[in-house]
C-alpha cells in the first residue's frame, strides 16, 4: 500500500501537544527513544496567527497564514529541522499536524502578522492565496448531514480553501514537501472529513519519499475524520489511516465505569484495524467532551496503558498541560506568548506519556501475537496473554487483585513495565518470577501488571 501504517514494532504515537521543538528533542532522546515510541505528533509548525488580545489561545496554531516554519511560539524553522533529526538518531518519527483545509477565520484579531511578520486578511495571504482561492460558500456550515456544506463550507469561520484547484494542491503539497525534505515521516490531517476526498488523494499523491532511515516509502498519513451519519472513516481509509473516534468513546466510557471486562474485543465492528489511529483522549475531546482524561488521574492512565497492551489499532497517546477556566488557555508560556520549554516535574505539563512508557515496550515486544488466555473476575477486571510473548492483568476496582495467572510465558523474571521502565537491561519496577508458565501477583487498585519477554532476565528490584 502507498501509506503503510508505521512498522509494527515501533508504531506508537506520543502528542506533545504544544511542546516547544527544543524539548521535543530532549524527550526523544531521554524517553521516547529508549522506551520505544515511534513517533511524535507535533503542533502545527507553520506561521499562525497571534491572538494576544485573547492571552495567546492554543488555538491559534489552527489558523494558518503561511507556510513559513519561523513560527516563535515553539522556535525556528532551525530548531524544528534540529529537533526532527535529533529525535531520528533517537529512532523516532516526527509527524506533523498539517492544516490543509483552511486559512485564518474571522477571530478578534482578522489581519495580521502572523507569528513570523506575515501580513494577511481572512481570503488573501500575499504571494500564497488570492480571493480566487477560496470556496465559494463563505459561510459557517450549517447542515451537518449535508456533505457539500460538510466539505465546502466554511468550519467555525474559518477561510476554506478550493482544494479541487491545482494551484491550492501544488501549494499545499509543496508545504508538504518542504517537511518530508526535512525528514518529516508522516502527517496528521487536520479537518480532513471537510476537504473532498479526491482532494486529499491529489494532494497526497503529491508528496515525495520520505528520509531513507524511515524506508524512503511514502510518508505515513493519518486523517482526522469525526465520522458520523454523513461521512464515515470508511471513504477515507483509501488515502490512509483515519481517527477512529467511537474507540475514543468506547474505551473512556469503560474506564470511566469501571467496566472492563469485555474489552478483549474491543474495537470489533469499527474500522479496520490497520487503518485506524486509536487514543484515550485527543487535544479537543479533553476540552469540549471531555470523558477521562488526565483529571482523572489513574484510571485515565490505566485506559492508556490497556489501549498500549491490546492489539487494535495504531495507538496515540495524548500528553496534555492543565488549564483552569476557560479551555482556550495557551501552555505556560511568558508574556509574549512564547511557549515556555517542558518541565514535567513543575508547572502545568503533565507529560502522561511518562507513566505509561513501559508499556510502549510491551507492545512492541508482542506485536503479531493475538489475545488469548482471557481471565476475568467481576466487571473491573481483566487480564490477557499475547501469545507467549507477554501477559497483562488491568483492575479498575478500588482494591487489590490478587491471584495466580496462568501464562505461556517462558519461565525467568519479568520486569513489570505497567509500573516502571525496562531500558538498556535495568528494570525500575517490581519484578515477577514465573514458574512453570504461572505468577501470582497483586493487581493494585486501579493498576495493572504487565510482563513482556523484552523485558525478561535482568531485572533488579
Ligand atoms: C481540528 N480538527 O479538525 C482541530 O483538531 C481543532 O482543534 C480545530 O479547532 C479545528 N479542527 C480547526 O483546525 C480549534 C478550536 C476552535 C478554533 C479553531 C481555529 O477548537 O475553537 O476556532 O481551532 O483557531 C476559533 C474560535 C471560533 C472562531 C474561529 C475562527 O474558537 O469561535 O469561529 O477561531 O476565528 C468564529
Ligand atoms: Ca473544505
Not at 514537501?177 to 480532513?192: K, Q, T
Amino acid at each position: 500500500p502507498a501509506h503503510a501504517a508505521p512498522s509494527g514494532d515501533r508504531d506508537v504515537i506520543v502528542h506533545l501537544f504544544q511542546w516547544r521543538w527544543e524539548s521535543v528533542a530532549e524527550e526523544c532522546e531521554s524517553t521516547l527513544g529508549p522506551n520505544g515510541f515511534g513517533a511524535v505528533q507535533v503542533s502545527p509548525p507553520q506561521e499562525h496567527v497571534v491572538l494576544s488580545g485573547q492571552g495567546y489561545p492554543w488555538w491559534q496554531d489552527y489558523q494558518p497564514v503561511s507556510y513559513r516554519l519561523d513560527q516563535t511560539r515553539r522556535g525556528t524553522r532551525a530548531d524544528f529541522v534540529d529537533m526532527v533529526d535529533r529525535c531520528r538518531d533517537a529512532g523516532v518519527k516526527i509527524y506533523v499536524d498539517a492544516i490543509i483545509n483552511h486559512m485564518s477565520g474571522t477571530g478578534s484579531i482578522g489581519a495580521g502578522p502572523g507569528s513570523a511578520g506575515s501580513s494577511y486578511s481572512k481570503y488573501d495571504y500575499p504571494g500564497i492565496y488570492q480571493s480566487q482561492h477560496f470556496g465559494d460558500c463563505r459561510r459557517d456550515i450549517a447542515n451537518w448531514n449535508d456533505k457539500w456544506e460538510v466539505q465546502n463550507c466554511e468550519l467555525v469561520g474559518l477561510s476554506d480553501l478550493d482544494t479541487s484547484s491545482d494551484h491550492v494542491r501544488d501549494r499545499v503539497a509543496a508545504y508538504l514537501n518542504d517537511l518530508v525534505g526535512i525528514g518529516v515521516a508522516g502527517f496528521r490531517l487536520d479537518a480532513a472529513k471537510h476537504v473532498p476526498e479526491a482532494d486529499v488523494q491529489a494532494i497526497v499523491s503529491r508528496l515525495d519519499d520520505v528520509h531513507a532511515d524511515w524506508g524512503g516509502g511514502k510518508p505515513y498519513v493519518f486523517q482526522e475524520v469525526i465520522a458520523d451519519g454523513t461521512i464515515g472513516t470508511g471513504s477515507y481509509t483509501p488515502m490512509g489511516d483515519v481517527t477512529e473516534f467511537q474507540y475514543h468513546r468506547d474505551i473512556s466510557h469503560a474506564f470511566d465505569d469501571g467496566n472492563i471486562a469485555h474489552l478483549s474485543g474491543l474495537g470489533g465492528g469499527l474500522t479496520p484495524g490497520d487503518k485506524a489511529v486509536v487514543f484515550v483522549a485527543n487535544h479537543d475531546t479533553q476540552r469540549s467532551d471531555p470523558i477521562l482524561t488526565h483529571t482523572d488521574g489513574a484510571r485515565y492512565d490505566l485506559a492508556q496503558s490497556f489501549m498500549l497492551a491490546h492489539p487494535y489499532g495504531t495507538p496515540k497517546v495524548m500528553s496534555s498541560y492543565t488549564w483552569s477556566g476557560s479551555t482556550d488557555t495557551g501552555p505556560p508560556m511568558s508574556a509574549d506568548g512564547t511557549t515556555d520549554p517542558t518541565d514535567c516535574s513543575a508547572s502545568r505539563w503533565v507529560c502522561e506519556h511518562r507513566a505509561v512508557a513501559g508499556m510502549v515496550s510491551f507492545r512492541n515486544a508482542v506485536d503479531g501475537h493475538g489475545i488469548g488466555g482471557t481471565v476475568t473476575d467481576g466487571d473491573g477486571r481483566l487480564a490477557f496473554a499475547r501469545g507467549s510473548a507477554g501477559y497483562a492483568a488491568f483492575n479498575a476496582t478500588g482494591s487489590a487483585w490478587t491471584r495466580t495467572f496462568s501464562t505461556d510465558l517462558p519461565d525467568g523474571t519479568y520486569c513489570d513495565v505497567a509500573n516502571g521502565t525496562f531500558v538498556d537491561g535495568v528494570c525500575d519496577a517490581p519484578s515477577y518470577e514465573v514458574s512453570d508458565g504461572r505468577f501470582t501477583a497483586s493487581v493494585p487498585a486501579n493498576g495493572a501488571v504487565a510482563l513482556h519477554v523484552g523485558a525478561l532476565g535482568e531485572c533488579e528490584d
